[in-house]
C-alpha cells in the first residue's frame, strides 16, 4: 500500500472513500422516505478472482446502508437457469439492481445473459439499451469502471477538453464505453480518443501520443515507460495476478503497466491496487441508489 501515498500517484481508495460517504448519507434520506436501496449480485461459477471483486461489492453495499444479496450458482449451471432466475428478479418489486459478475462458465452465451437484465435495473451498464443510450449522448446506467475513470479525472481536475486520450482495450466493460463517455460534447468528455486493441499496429507510436493513456488490456506491465511521453496522465485498470512465491497468497496484482519504469515520467498514475478498482465498486452502489431512485421517480437525471 505504500505507493498510494507516492506524490504522483492517484488516490483512487480515497476519493472512493469519500463517495460512499456522500452516497450513504442519500441512501439514508432515501431510506427513510422509502426503503433500503437492494442490490442483487448472481456469481456463477469459481472463478477466485471474481468471488473476491463480489465480496468488495456487497462489503461496499453494507458500508452505504444498501442492502444486497448474493445468489451463488454452481460452474454448471444451465443457461436456462440464470434466464429463469434474472426473469423472477426483473419481476421482483423489491430488487433495485441487478448485477452478474462477468465472466460467466464458458457454456453459456454472455450476450444472453446481458440482454435478458432488465435495462431499469442494469446497474452494470451492459445491457444493449443502455449502452445505446450512452452512444446517443443520453446516458443512464452508465458501465461502472467508465464512469469510476471520469469522475476520477473530474475530482483530481484532469481535464479531458481536447487532450489525446488513447485507450488499449475495446471491451463492452470499459473501453468501448469509456472511448464514447470521454468523446461525449461536454465538460467532462470533449477529448480526442484513439481507441486501441490486440490488432493495432504500431501500439508504441500511438500511446507516445497519449496526454491521458488507459491501460484495460489484461496483461501484467505491458506498457513500459519508453511507450508514453512527459507528463503523461496513466490510468492502469489492469488486475492481473502474478505469482509471488513466499507471499502469503503467492500472487501479487499487478497492473498493465509497469509502474516502476512508466511512473519517472507520468504527472499523475493510478496504483494497482488503490487506484481504479475502488472507483469500481463505488460507481456500482451510485449506479444501485440510482435505480432505487428512478423506480420511485425521485432522484437526478443525469450520471
Ligand atoms: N468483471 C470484470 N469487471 C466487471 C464489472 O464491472 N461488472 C461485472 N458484472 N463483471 C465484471
Excluded at 479531458?160 to 471491451?171: H, K, L, M, W, Y
Excluded at 466493460?173 to 504500431?202: F, I, M, Q, Y
Aim: aromatic share 4%; hydrophobic share 40%.
Amino acid at each position: 500500500m505504500k505507493r498510494i501515498e507516492l506524490e504522483k500517484s492517484i488516490n483512487g481508495k480515497a476519493v472512493a472513500d469519500n463517495i460512499l460517504t456522500e452516497i450513504a448519507s442519500t441512501v439514508g434520506s432515501f431510506s427513510r422516505q422509502f426503503r433500503r436501496p437492494q442490490l442483487t449480485v448472481m456469481l456463477a461459477g469459481e472463478d477466485p478472482a471474481s468471488a473476491v471483486y463480489v465480496g468488495m461489492k456487497v462489503k461496499a453495499a453494507g458500508k452505504c446502508g444498501i442492502d444486497s444479496r448474493l445468489i451463488e450458482l454452481p460452474a454448471q449451471v444451465s443457461e436456462r437457469e440464470i434466464l429463469d432466475r434474472l426473469e423472477a428478479l426483473n419481476e421482483d418489486g423489491g430488487v433495485d439492481g441487478i448485477l452478474v459478475q462477468l465472466p460467466l462458465p464458458s457454456h453459456i452465451d454472455q450476450h444472453k445473459v446481458i440482454e435478458r437484465v432488465s435495462p431499469d435495473k442494469d446497474v452494470d451498464g451492459f445491457h444493449p439499451r443502455n449502452l445505446g443510450l450512452l452512444a446517443a449522448d443520453r446516458p443512464r446506467f452508465v458501465p461502472c469502471t467508465p464512469l469510476g475513470i471520469s469522475t476520477l479525472l473530474t475530482r483530481y481536475e484532469i481535464p479531458t477538453s481536447g487532450r489525446n486520450v488513447v485507450i488499449i482495450g475495446r471491451s463492452i466493460v470499459v473501453g468501448k464505453p469509456l472511448a464514447l463517455l470521454l468523446s461525449t460534447k461536454g465538460e467532462r468528455g470533449n477529448a480526442t480518443v484513439t481507441l486501441c486493441h490486440s490488432r493495432t499496429a504500431d501500439l508504441p507510436s500511438i500511446t507516445r501520443r497519449a496526454d491521458i493513456l488507459v491501460a484495460a488490456i489484461g496483461k501484467a506491465r505491458m506498457i513500459t515507460g519508453d511507450m508514453v511521453k512527459e507528463n503523461v496522465v496513466v490510468i492502469d485498470v489492469g488486475t492481473n495476478r502474478v505469482d509471488a512465491p513466499g507471499t502469503k497468497r503467492g500472487y501479487r496484482l499487478s497492473g498493465d503497466v509497469d509502474f516502476d519504469s512508466v511512473y519517472p515520467k507520468a504527472s499523475l498514475i493510478t496504483p494497482v491496487p488503490g487506484g481504479v478498482g475502488p472507483m469500481t465498486v463505488a460507481m456500482l452502489m451510485q449506479n444501485t441508489l440510482r435505480a432505487a431512485q428512478w423506480a420511485k421517480g425521485v432522484g437526478n437525471d443525469s450520471q
